[in-house]
């Protein structure tokens, strides 16, 4: 791992806790209003935080902690499985510090301690597109953003509008076990069926002087034969125009578990007293609000990066799903970060299992494809086909790249729970 000359690679523990949030107020260019700071605090996980210190005077500004990040450890669903995952957040670099190849050496540290954890695979959401791709990062879960106008309305769905409803004043301490059950039992790949508390209290922070005239967080569950299947935590923000209330509600966390619970979810949303429309982020390509609105103009979707996915572990990452076809490939990645995985790889499926294994120095592969694009189809939304129609896999062996594409492609498209 490389550090540049006159830095050190440092623990970031609780006890620090100004310096590293100093730091991230200078990369994100702003400060934390007064009272702001526990719930702060509370969202962060200090155990996995990390930083650079100037250790040269000539390279130091007016902090000594030039660089932190921090992660959080969740379990993420994939087709067939579970994989541990490290989600990389909080990345910032004074700016007296920047370009000197400091975020470079927070990725090495970053991927060198996940693995170390077992943690085989990282993602997060980027401030800028540009920052990640070069470490590899692909984008697994692209989403949407819809606004639904008041009273948008949604195809049948049997037994939709038999399920209970109940709006509440959103409280991490009695909610977090209706937004774990919810999350285990979400099908979906890139779900968070497990996390920590941080990642959970950073989802419910909620503190008066980030509100910027909204309500304070509520909570919307909605409950099927087996328990909780769909919650929304939301705001509204009420304004009055020359024809009466105007309010807009948002959602930004939010899940249903099957088409009954977020057809119900979306139609009490869409449906609010003086509210004119309500907008929700993070929804996969084919969410059944998208498949089952009457109007799917009127939700005025908008094309969003979401989650970026980078695989840190070849073998035990492919190992930890399953595919929908059978193959014998060999596959040669392309990574420049993290030399273990930069081979050709001999992949079989047999009855959805696989086996992985590195090919000997020099073996010929079907198909070649970088780490970022492998990554990128990991979750099984973006195909291996698509990619090879934008150029980006070549292929030795005709229909290589459709057998791999059949095998990865997931039934259902991918997404992240919670924003990190
Ligand atoms: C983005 C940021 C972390 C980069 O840190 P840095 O220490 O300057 O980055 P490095 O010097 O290690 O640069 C590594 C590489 O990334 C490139 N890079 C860095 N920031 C970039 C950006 N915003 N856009 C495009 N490329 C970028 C560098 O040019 C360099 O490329 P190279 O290896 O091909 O020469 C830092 O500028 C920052 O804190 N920005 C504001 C907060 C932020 O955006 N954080 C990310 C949150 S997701």
């Not at 669903?77 to 007296?96: E, H």
């Not at 459709?402 to 498209?413: E, G, I, K, N, V």
């Amino acid at each position: 791992m490389t550090v540049p000359a006159g830095y050190r690679l440092v623990d970031m523990p609780f006890s620090r806790r100004d310096e590293m949030l100093s730091v991230d107020e200078w990369a994100f260019a702003m400060t934390h209003p007064e009272g702001t700071q526990t719930a702060v605090e509370a969202g962060i996980d200090w155990d996995r935080c990390r930083g650079i210190e100037a250790v040269d005077s000539r390279a130091s500004s007016a902090s000594e902690v030039a660089a932190v990040h921090s992660s959080y450890g969740y379990s993420m669903r994939v087709p067939g499985g579970t994989v541990p995952t490290s989600g990389l957040t909080w990345v910032g670099v004074q700016p007296a510090h920047r370009r000197r190849g400091l975020l470079r050496a927070m990725i090495d540290d970053h991927f060198a301690r996940s693995l170390a954890r077992g943690e085989v695979v990282s993602t997060l959401v980027a401030a800028e597109t540009k920052i990640y791709q070069r470490f590899g990062y692909g984008l697994a879960c692209p989403s949407y953003k819809m606004t639904m106008p008041r009273g948008a309305t949604f195809r049948e769905v049997a037994g939709s509008d038999d399920l209970r409803v109940r709006f509440e004043d959103a409280d991490v301490a009695r909610h977090a076990p209706v937004v774990r059950a919810i999350l285990a039992r979400d099908p979906r790949p890139g779900a968070m069926v497990e996390m920590g508390e941080a990642l959970m209290a950073s989802q419910f922070a909620d503190p008066e002087a980030l509100r910027e005239g909204q309500e304070r967080k509520r909570i919307v569950i909605v409950e099927d034969e087996h328990g909780p299947a769909a919650f929304a935590l939301f705001r509204r923000k009420l304004s009055w125009g020359d024809t009466g209330a105007n309010g807009t509600g948002s959602t930004e966390q939010w899940a249903a578990v099957t088409p009954a619970a977020s057809r119900r979810l979306w139609s009490v949303l869409a449906d609010l007293d003086l509210l004119t429309s309500f907008s929700a982020t993070c929804l996969p390509l084919d969410d059944p609000a998208v498949l089952l609105a009457d109007d799917v103009r009127a939700l005025g979707l908008k094309a969003q990066d979401h989650v970026w996915l980078r695989i840190l572990d070849l073998p035990a990452a492919l190992t930890a799903r399953t595919y929908g076809a059978d193959l014998d490939v060999a596959v040669q990645v392309t990574d420049n970060v993290v030399p273990q995985n930069d081979a050709v790889w001999h992949m079989t499926v047999e009855a959805g299992i696989a086996r992985v294994t590195r090919a000997a120095d020099g073996a010929q592969a079907d198909l070649r494809i970088s780490m970022q694009d492998l990554s990128a189809a990991y979750l099984g939304g973006t195909t291996i086909d698509s990619l090879k129609g934008a150029g980006l896999v070549e292929e030795a062996t005709a229909g290589a790249a459709t057998t791999l594409s059949s095998a990865f492609r997931s039934p259902m498209a991918p997404r992240s729970s919670f924003s990190f």
